[in-house]
């Protein structure tokens, strides 16, 4: 399998604190990884780093052009989406205008708001409703959708399943999947382990802001020290 996301010697700092340490990843077309850690282990840190939000060093790789160093929304353009944990939809705006918002012409291949709605149907009926109207799980679906609105290559999705119901937490776990039917790389945070090794092709464990287990879901479940000392609570 190509690598889609190819992430190199990724180093990030929060003001003078260094949260990763030399981060080293790749993620196939129509491959899922999973990347797993105890909360402060830099999961979330890589994502954001690799969107250009955080101050660091490294290269980030999407089809073979470098993104490194670009702006954020320069990087959604070249077709990196990134879901955060937090949602961000726009409360006051409905959900057909919160998608819209997602269209900027990069990626590839045409999408449309029917497209994503015929995808996701859960929001078909509350297409004028306001984003601040829906549960968490719909919530959820909808930023998920607005990132594919720009026909993105790759994707990386921040905690999707958090704070969502066990019925919720499938649903996401099945689109996730299509989305790797389609082709898409996701690179996908999740802290439900049951979830990323069920869904994952491949699964990474950080710890101290650096890669320390890289392999398979089966492999992972017979690692009892990697994941006594670096998942477990």
Same mark, same amino acid.
């Given at each position: 399998?190509?690598?889609?996301?190819?992430?190199?010697?990724?180093?990030?700092?929060?003001?003078?604190?260094?949260?990763?340490?030399?981060?080293?990843?790749?993620?196939?077309?129509?491959?899922?990884?999973?990347?797993?850690?105890?909360?402060?282990?830099?999961?979330?840190? *890589?994502?954001?780093?690799?969107?250009?939000? /955080?101050?660091?060093?490294?290269? =980030?790789?999407? %089809?073979?052009?470098? /993104?490194?160093?670009?702006?954020?929304?320069?990087? #959604?353009?070249?077709?990196? #989406?990134?879901?955060?944990?937090?949602?961000?939809?726009?409360?006051? /705006?409905?959900?057909?205008?919160?998608?819209?918002?997602?269209?900027?012409?990069?990626?590839?291949?045409?999408?449309?708001? %029917?497209?994503?709605?015929?995808?996701?149907?859960?929001?078909?009926?509350?297409?004028?409703?306001?984003?601040?109207?829906?549960?968490?799980?719909?919530?959820?679906?909808?930023?998920?959708?607005?990132?594919?609105?720009?026909?993105?290559?790759?994707?990386?999705? %921040?905690?999707? *399943?958090?704070? /969502? #119901?066990?019925?919720?937490?499938?649903?996401?776990?099945?689109?996730?999947?299509?989305?790797?039917?389609?082709?898409?790389?996701?690179?996908?945070?999740?802290?439900?382990?049951?979830?990323?090794?069920?869904?994952?092709?491949?699964?990474?464990?950080?710890?101290?802001?650096?890669?320390?287990?890289?392999?398979?879901?089966?492999?992972?479940?017979?690692?009892?020290? =990697?994941?006594?000392?670096?998942?477990?609570?």
């Amino acid at each position: 399998m190509s690598a889609l996301l190819q992430i190199r010697g990724l180093h990030a700092f929060y003001g003078q604190g260094q949260v990763l340490r030399g981060v080293d990843l790749e993620v196939g077309r129509g491959e899922i990884v999973a990347l797993l850690g105890r909360n402060g282990a830099g999961r979330s840190s *890589t994502l954001k780093a690799a969107m250009g939000m /955080l101050r660091g060093s490294g290269s =980030v790789l999407l %089809d073979g052009a470098e /993104l490194f160093g670009l702006k954020t929304f320069q990087i #959604a353009r070249q077709g990196l #989406a990134y879901v955060p944990e937090e949602r961000a939809v726009f409360p006051t /705006l409905t959900v057909q205008q919160n998608l819209l918002l997602g269209q900027h012409g990069g990626g590839v291949g045409g999408v449309n708001i %029917d497209d994503m709605l015929c995808l996701m149907p859960q929001l078909a009926a509350r297409r004028h409703v306001a984003a601040g109207a829906l549960s968490g799980g719909e919530q959820q679906m909808l930023s998920l959708c607005r990132s594919l609105m720009g026909a993105p290559k790759a994707i990386m999705v %921040d905690e999707p *399943t958090e704070g /969502l #119901a066990p019925a919720m937490v499938k649903v996401v776990a099945q689109h996730l999947q299509r989305l790797r039917e389609q082709g898409l790389g996701v690179l996908l945070v999740e802290q439900k382990l049951d979830i990323a090794l069920e869904i994952a092709d491949r699964v990474l464990v950080m710890g101290r802001g650096r890669i320390v287990f890289a392999g398979t879901s089966s492999e992972l479940r017979r690692n009892q020290a =990697v994941r006594r000392q670096w998942l477990e609570v």
